[in-house]
C-alpha cells in the first residue's frame, strides 16, 4: 500500500492541517502503541460509538466482540465504520484560556468491515488481536475452541483510508499573551505506566509472574523514570 | 434528575449485563476522571468519530471545537450523537485466550446536541470545559475575547440517556482451565500518571510552576506509589 495517507475527502485533515501527518508509520506507531479504539456505526439512522479492542497486521485492523452485540452485527452486515484511536501525551498549559490545548496522537479510520467467516482467518485475527492486546498470551495459554470461536465476532477494515493527527511541543501564545502573562506556562506530560501484577485469587501460592508480564513495556513513549512523580 | 440510568431501550446494556451499572454517580465519577471523549455523529449517511475534550455540569456534557469542523456543524444542526467515555484500568490475564479481557469504566451518552448560542452561557460551557481539563487554568490565564469565543462551537448533551459499564478484578476462568494451568494469571493494572512539567521556552528562566500543575492529582484512581514500576 501506498505509504502517504489521506486519499480521500473524508480523510482529509481540514481542521489543524498542520497537526496532520501523511506518513503511513505514523498511523502504524499510533496504533501499535494504544489498546483500545473506538468504533462508530449508524444504527436506525442514529450513531453509536464503542469502545473494543483492535489488532493490526499490516493494513488490516482487526476488531472483535461478542456475537450478541447489535453494532458488531450491524458492520458485519457491511454498513460503513468509523474507528478512532487517540492517545493523550499531556496538557498543554497555555498564557490564554484560547490556545490551552492537549499533546495526542490521533486516527480516523473510515471503510466498510467485513465479517471474518472463514476459520483460519478468523484465528488469524484473533492471534492478532491477542498479540497486541496481550503479547504471549496466544502461545501461553489455551487458545479458542470451537464454542468459543463460535460466540466471538471478528470484523477486518482496511487501513487504506485514514488520517492521523499528531500535537506536540509548547504552547502557541498570542505575543501579547507571552509579554504580559506573569505565570508558568508549558506542557504537563501525561504518561500510562503498568503498575504491580495483581495475582488471581485462585492461582497457587508462589507461582511466579512471567517476563512478558512483569517486564511488559509501557505503551506509547516510554517516559524516563526520573521524570515520573 | 432521577438518580438511576438507562431509562431507553438504546442504553440499556444488552451484552454483558452483569457489567451494567445503573448508578448515575458511577456516570459521574467516570466522566470525572477522564479527559477526552469519543463524540460520533453521521454524515453523509456514514458514522464519524471524533476525540474531543469535554466537562461536566450537573447532567450537562459540554463539548467545543473549532467552528471549522463539519462534524460539530452537524451536530449543532440537531443531528443525533453519540459520546464514549472509557478508562482502561488494567489487563485481564486469563487461562484462556477467550477469558482475557480489560479492566476498565466506559459511559456511552445518547441524544442530540445543541449548539450553545447565548453568549454567557457559552462562557459558562468553556468554563466548565477548563475547570475539568485545566482547573485552575480559567481564573490564572486570559479568559476568551469575542473573537476567540466567536471561533468555538460548544455543544450541550444532556446525560439522561447514558449507559455505563465496569468490569474490576481478576479473570473468570473455565474451572478446567483453572485446574489445568500452569502459568501465572491475574491482572495488570494501568495506570494514567503526570510527568514533570516541561516549561514553554518562552518562559523567563526560574518561573515556579504553581501546585495546580505541579501537584495536579493523577486521574482515576490513584495508584499506591509503591505498585508503580
Redesign the interface.
Known sequence: MDDQLSPTT?STV???RKRAQTDRHQLYDLLDSC??C?????LD???????T?YGRDGDTLYVH??T???SLAAATAGA?????V?R?D??V??????H?S?N?S?A?V?GTATAVTDPAVKLHG?RVL?EH??PG??E??????RK?LAA?HVLALSLREASVKLRSG??N?EDD??AG?R?????????????????????PAG????PR?AE?PV?GAR?DP????
Open positions: 473524508r481540514r481542521r489543524g489498546l483500545i473506538h468504533l462508530g456505526i449508524v439512522g442514529a450513531p453509536v460509538v464503542l469502545p479492542g466482540g461478542s450478541g452485540s447489535a460503513p465504520v468509523s474507528v478512532a487517540t493523550v499531556g496538557i498549559y497555555a498564557r490564554s484560556v484560547f490551552h492537549m495526542y490521533s480516523v473510515h484473533l491477542t492486546i496481550v498470551s496466544w501461553h495459554t489455551r487458545q479458542p475452541n468459543e466471538t509548547p504552547p501564545d499573551d507571552v502573562h505565570e508558568w506556562a508549558g506542557v504537563l506530560p501525561l504518561h500510562q505506566v503498568w503498575g504491580t501484577p495483581e495475582p488471581c485469587p485462585l492461582l507461582r511466579a509472574v512471567p508480564i511488559r505503551l517516559p526520573e521524570m515520573v512523580r
